[in-house]
């Protein structure tokens, strides 16, 4: 069964256990927070990889479209947990930047590099369908809109202000419909393509994403239970560790699927697993977990301060004018890379 996996794939599964294992005996071991926090951040982002490749090798079977939107969904596990625990912890500003950051790191940082790299690989230009960018555009409008009205309701104080979760949590609903619902049309729209023949046994992709699911669980606790004495010895703001942090280590399926497809010359599938991962964080994954955050004393509400949800507008106008038109040239990817940098380090000071 392992025969059908790549050398240099063995060697990262090997490298993820070991790094998995590390994790574990530095938290039984009672070591310092701070090498906790650096080891499972770590180790966050090699799981995510392991995430992806058994979610590729699952979707080998059903063509792109689905493909890219498996691996956006359960590529998004590991950060989910953080989140979760996060919220359970009390940590709101490490959730909620967490969240935050995820999106601007998949629609700016991820989709740039992808951009400069498929248009290397297209001679100077990348090509791809502009449905999903244009939906996805769609998709983040609506989302920032509500966050765009409780910010306002909650900077002027009126009497809206005083139901912030009440209004998120209808919020999340509608998000979620609509979601949903284009789901189904993007699935439904032809868009799927020929599968692809699979390489990896499908016991084998379903084996290594539950051992990944259940080890990212234990990691993320971790992770959470190691943040506040790690970011008072490194000086780091909650803030930016969310925002840059948890968000680069948890959407490392992103940088390296998205990458790795952009080079390989594949433009749509590189497109579809990025934007589609942009779109779900948006409609799906922070809707979700302001539904989830009800369970808990800590809520979840989509009000966050008023320089990012100015940054988010900035953010979909950017991506709906360079990907809108199914075409985009380096330098338009490496404005985005930039946007992103500005932001990090806007943050960085807060």
Not at 186 to 192: D, H, K, M, Q, V
């Given at each position: 069964m392992l025969a059908s996996i790549t050398v240099r794939e063995r060697w990262l599964l090997a490298i993820v256990a070991m790094g998995t294992v590390a994790t574990a005996a530095l938290q039984f071991a009672h070591a310092p927070d701070v090498a906790?926090?650096?080891?499972?951040?770590?180790?966050?982002?090699?799981?995510?990889?392991?995430?992806?490749?058994?979610?590729?090798?699952?979707?080998?079977?059903?063509?792109?479209?689905?493909?890219?939107?498996?691996?956006?969904?359960?590529?998004?596990?590991?950060?989910?947990?953080?989140?979760?625990?996060?919220?359970?912890?009390?940590?709101?500003?490490?959730?909620?930047?967490?969240?935050?950051?995820s999106i601007f790191a998949n629609a700016l940082l991820v989709l740039g590099l992808v951009i400069v790299v498929g248009a290397r690989a297209g001679n100077g230009l990348m090509r791809f369908h502009s449905r999903l960018p244009k939906d996805t555009a769609t998709l983040l409008f609506l989302a920032i809109f509500i966050i765009a009205l409780?910010?306002?309701?909650?900077?002027?104080?009126?009497?809206?202000?005083?139901?912030?979760?009440?209004?998120?949590?209808?919020?999340?609903?509608?998000?979620?419909?609509?979601?949903?619902?284009w789901l189904t049309s993007?699935?439904?729209?032809?868009?799927?393509g020929p599968a692809a023949r699979p390489r990896v046994p499908l016991v084998l992709s379903i084996g290594l994403l539950a051992a990944s699911g259940i080890a990212a669980v234990f990691v993320a606790d971790w992770f959470v239970g190691s943040l506040d004495q790690a970011i008072e010895t490194l000086g780091i703001s909650k803030q930016f560790t969310g925002l840059?942090?948890?968000?680069?280590?948890?959407?490392?399926?992103?940088?390296?699927?998205?990458?790795?497809?952009?080079?390989?010359?594949?433009?749509?599938?590189?497109?579809?697993?990025?934007?589609?991962?942009?779109?779900?964080?948006?409609?799906?994954?922070?809707?979700?977990?302001?539904?989830?955050?009800?369970?808990?004393?800590?809520?979840?509400?989509?009000?966050?301060?008023?320089?990012?949800?100015?940054?988010?507008?900035?953010?979909?106008?950017?991506?709906?004018q360079i990907t809108g038109d199914g075409k985009a040239a380096p330098f338009e990817g490496f404005a985005l890379i930039g946007l992103y940098a500005i932001l990090a380090v806007l943050?960085?000071?807060?």
């Open positions: 906790i926090f650096v080891v499972a951040a770590f180790g966050l982002a090699g799981l995510a990889w392991v995430v992806s490749f058994a979610t590729e090798a699952v979707g080998e079977r059903f063509g792109p479209a689905l493909t890219g939107v498996l691996q956006s969904t359960l590529g998004n596990l590991p950060e989910l947990f953080v989140v979760l625990f996060a919220l359970s912890a009390g940590e709101l500003v490490v959730a909620q930047y967490s969240v935050l950051g409780l910010g306002l309701s909650n900077n002027v104080g009126d009497r809206a202000s005083e139901h912030q979760v009440e209004i998120s949590a209808f919020g999340a609903v509608i998000l979620l419909g609509v979601y949903a619902l993007y699935l439904r729209g032809g868009a799927s840059v942090i948890v968000a680069i280590a948890g959407n490392a399926v992103e940088n390296v699927v998205g990458i790795t497809l952009a080079h390989k010359g594949q433009s749509d599938l590189s497109i579809s697993v990025v934007e589609n991962s942009v779109a779900q964080i948006a409609v799906f994954l922070f809707p979700a977990i302001v539904l989830i955050s009800l369970l808990f004393e800590t809520h979840m509400t989509f009000v966050v301060p008023g320089v990012y949800v100015g940054a988010l507008l900035l953010m979909a106008i950017s991506v709906w943050t960085f000071y807060e």
